[in-house]
């Protein structure tokens, strides 16, 4: 290197520092993909980014999309992401083979999730009824992968009683139903109601209150969260602490503003063309949030039981739910807000 090149990057460095040393919060871009940007489930990281409040943790978060939580899932583990807003469940699925991730915000403490049968199948009146049908899901060894396959155990049938076909939510969703590719779907608003006001689904399982969620599941059932490599977290606590503060900040804005207030904050192409039909769902499932980002009482058991049931890599396995999650930057977060 020349001495001219040496001159000029030490003033560019010292220029940085002078004018706020950009350089510096460099450190801070982080990249976070969702399982879905447009269900309604995974809202709380949108309307985080949309409200500012990353930024005003000084936070230079990018926002990926991607069609399933399996898909997010594998991006975190291959280093290509520092977070995924997916569901909590792929926690203890993860552990069961020797890989930890821990959620820190927890959004949900109700699935958010419908199973839909199609108008063009009345016989489907039970999950007893899978057998010998195609059921939807968003991906294979997604959180609507194994809901589905727990509804199906439980109502005693076996993995090859049934087919399941990822089919993505929204459009892709909507084609596979109308098509007969499905006979019935696992699937999140908008595009429930979108099926509901056409006539060409109905609800056979509903799972979007915490209420629902008991019936169904035996219990609350910590769904969409945030959630980080473990190794990741042991020497990022700072960032993991300034995307808490932003994400708390957001489930408390959420428990006191209405759906309406709520929607208006969203990007307008997120109403899929209907935007009451929109706040219809938001107001329908608002339930489902957490207050407060933290983990609801008894729920990691609620989801270990339910993966037990049907997983063959977390039946029988020693999983240690103290390992899937933590309140440490949840609780810091939540202080900071109530003593502001």
Known sequence: MTRPVIRSALSALVLAIAIGAPAARAADKLTIIVGGMEKQIYLPAVLTQQLGYFKDEGLDVELLNTKAGVEAENELLAGAV???????DHTVDLQ????????????SQAPGEVELVSAQHPEMKSPADFKGKTLGVT????S???????LAVRAGLKAGDYTLLP????????AAIKQDQIQAGM????????LLKTGEAKVLVDMRTPELTKQALGGLYPAASFYVQSSWLENHKDEAQKLANAMVRTM???ATHSAEEIAEKMPKDYYAGDKDLYVQGLAG??????????????GPETVLKVQATFSKTVKGKEIDLSKTYTTEFVDAANKKLTSN
Not at 139 to 142: F, N, R
Not at 289 to 297: I, L
Request: hydrophobic share 35%.
């Open 82 to 88: 520092q977070g995924v807003v997916g569901f909590y």
């Open 96 to 107: 069961s083979k020797g890989k930890y991730i821990e959620s820190i915000v927890q959004f």
């Open 139 to 142: 991906g294979l060894g997604s």
């Open 144 to 150: 609507t992968d194994f809901l589905t396959q727990y």
């Open 167 to 174: 089919v993505g939510a929204g459009n892709t969703f909507i």
């Open 187 to 194: 699937t999140t608003e908008p595009t429930i109601a979108r």
């Open 252 to 254: 408390h804005y959420i």
């Open 285 to 298: 499932g608002k339930a489902m949030f957490t207050p407060d980002g933290r983990m609801p009482e008894g």
